[in-house]
């Protein structure tokens, strides 16, 4: 190219990069797989700000981003651990609450939650558990637990989240170690239960695992409740279980980063998303466990009988960071799937 | 082009240009290299640079880059386990470069011994694929290859007694979902080389008595090198670092070494260690790619 048309072309990208940020937008980053079209259409009719939807696949893609210095996001959307850390770290901007009216239709039970006991810096979107889907038309053993799912007979029959954390900590649970026990030595314990498991997995998906229970190629799956919740809308034979040996819940939130650059138009996000009739705009699409008592009225009984969006157990626990341990699972995950 | 010509090397030049002139065509060649030169420092040169300091830092406890100096990336990455899935990259794409090669070549060579009119349009047949995303095409192959999917559709409708065939996640997809994506960059180097191929030189050699075997590995083989030393550089480098494919697949199941170094810097955490694994990365890269030139050189 030569360098006057080179220039020339610059020239118009800065041209169309200043004329796009006169107009009013918001950069989200968040889950893939979780914010509906329609919330995004119908806040874009209803106030004219364009909402630019970025993904990833997990809290680590999400923080090793925004550490980077990603400061284009105005809004972010992660679990209660990875909250956690952007509040310790101060990568999150307080909230002003004169713009969250419709934080009231919020239930109780999620109101100054451990990650954020004033409720300064994070407000809850939807939550879940992970928990067991099983496809009764195939398996006909009882299952109620990991134990059950993780056996030989069912080598290559499995799909489980592509997420480290997660199998090791379902991997403590089976050790009667809860989900925050992470430790060198806790790990080392549990190295052979996950080198046995791994042997019989044959899908790893954090994006869709419900993909591989539909197609047919697997018949036992570890997932997300919403995941799980899909699969029981499309047909019952997909059973939900909570492991007997432990389960645990996740809170995902929206926060604003402290570098947003569109912080009102942020609020104003995030207080549409809280109106019951939005909210349930979200349930209808993604059945997770809706935290807004308002809106859950408007859904339909049969969505509130969804086993996996509405599981009958009490309060379960959450992930806490656990820092540079992070790396220490990943390694230890690197070494058995590579079968050693 | 008609058989009987030989093609004339050009006149080398002979004059060199006066002394006067020299310097404005080397000003003009900076000017004209400029845009280039500014990309290569942008998209090459810093990046690479910005990857060899971090591989030498450390992680602080967030996943933050520190700007200490430490070894310790390195010594990691020569650890058994990391050696170990560098050696499995290179066997997949190994496997994968041998299999394009063994079906990518009389594709290639059949195209360009094509008559003129149709080799156009057998050429842009190789290149429709590109038309679509190269995401949506390994969807494509999952669909195929899924249990209930299209092929055991068809096997099990066959009266062949095939049962449905265990495919997808499994290696066997990995591999095919590799040498689908790179069979094109074999087939078009392997195609500019043989269609300059003269048919005069296989003529002269049945003319001096080789039989159909001898006359392809004498005398057309080494003339394609060129050809087949890109191709397999074209095709080896890429699926060495491949990891939408062994994801997708795969079941992400066996990490390859671009699964490894996308988990360091999105799950682990650990810039500094991913970088060190990509320095490693692209020296190997150097190195095959030193390797293919001079065995390159040694057939020319």
Known sequence: MKPSRFLLAAGLLLGTAAALSAKEELNLFAWS???????????????????????????????????????????????????????????????????????????????????????????????????????????????????????????????????????????????????????????????????????????????????????????????????????????????????????????????????????EAAHKFINYILRPEVSKLISDEFPYTNPNVEARKLLSPEQLANPASYPSEGKLETFHDIGKLAADIDRLMTDLKSGR | M????????????????????????????????????????????????????????????????????????????????????FWRSIVYAALTTAICVVVGYPVAYFIARAREAWRHKLLLLVMIPFWTSFLIRTYAWITILKQEGLLNGLLQSLPLGIGPLD???????????????????????????AEKLENAVIEAAYDLGAGPVRAFSSVIVPLTMPGIAAGTLLVFVPAIGMFAITDLMGGAKVPMIGNVIQNQFLQARDWPFGAALGVVFMLMFAVTYWIVQRRGAQMG
């Open chain 1, 33 to 263: 797989e979780y914010v509906p079209q329609k919330v995004l259409d119908g806040f874009k009719q209803e106030t004219g700000i364009e909402v630019n939807y970025e993904t990833y696949a997990s809290n680590e893609e999400l923080l090793s981003k925004l550490l980077a210095g990603g400061a284009a996001y105005d809004l972010v959307q992660p679990s209660d651990y990875a909250a956690e850390v952007m509040i310790k770290q101060g990568l999150l901007a307080p909230l002003d609450p004169a713009l969250l009216p419709n934080r009231k239709n919020l239930g109780a039970q999620f109101r100054h939650l451990p990650h954020d006991p004033d409720d300064r810096y994070t407000v809850p979107y939807m939550t879940g558990t992970v928990g067991i889907v099983v496809n009764t038309d195939v398996v006909k053993d009882p299952i109620r637990g990991f134990r059950d799912v993780f056996q030989p007979k069912f080598k290559d029959r499995i799909v489980v989240l592509n997420d480290n954390r997660e199998i090791v900590t379902w991997a403590l649970y089976t050790r009667g170690i809860s989900a925050n026990a992470i430790s060198k030595e806790n790990l080392e314990q549990i190295r052979p239960v996950v080198a046995d498991w791994i042997k019989l997995i044959k899908v790893f998906d954090s994006d869709s695992p419900k993909t591989a229970l539909l197609n047919g190629d697997v018949d036992l799956g570890v997932v997300w409740s919403g995941e799980a919740a899909i699969l029981w809308r499309e047909n019952r034979k997909f059973k939900y279980v909570l492991a007997e040996e432990g389960a645990h819940q996740f809170i995902d939130v929206l926060a604003i980063p402290v570098a947003a650059k569109h912080k």
């Open chain 2, 167 to 193: 495919l997808l996640y499994t290696p066997t997809a990995v591999v095919i979902g590799l040498v689908y994506a790179y069979l094109p960059f074999m087939i078009l180097p392997i195609y500019g080389s």
């Open chain 2, 2 to 85: 008609s058989p009987t010509t030989l093609k004339t090397r050009p006149p080398a030049l002979v004059a060199a240009p006066p002394e006067e002139n020299r310097r404005r065509p080397r000003l003009l060649a900076w000017l004209l290299l400029a845009p280039m030169l500014l990309w290569l420092a942008a998209f090459v040169v810093i990046p690479t640079a910005i990857l060899a300091v971090y591989s030498f830092c450390e992680r602080d406890e967030v996943g933050r880059v520190v700007y200490r100096f430490t070894l310790e990336n390195y010594r990691r990455v020569f650890e058994p386990v990391y050696l170990h899935i």
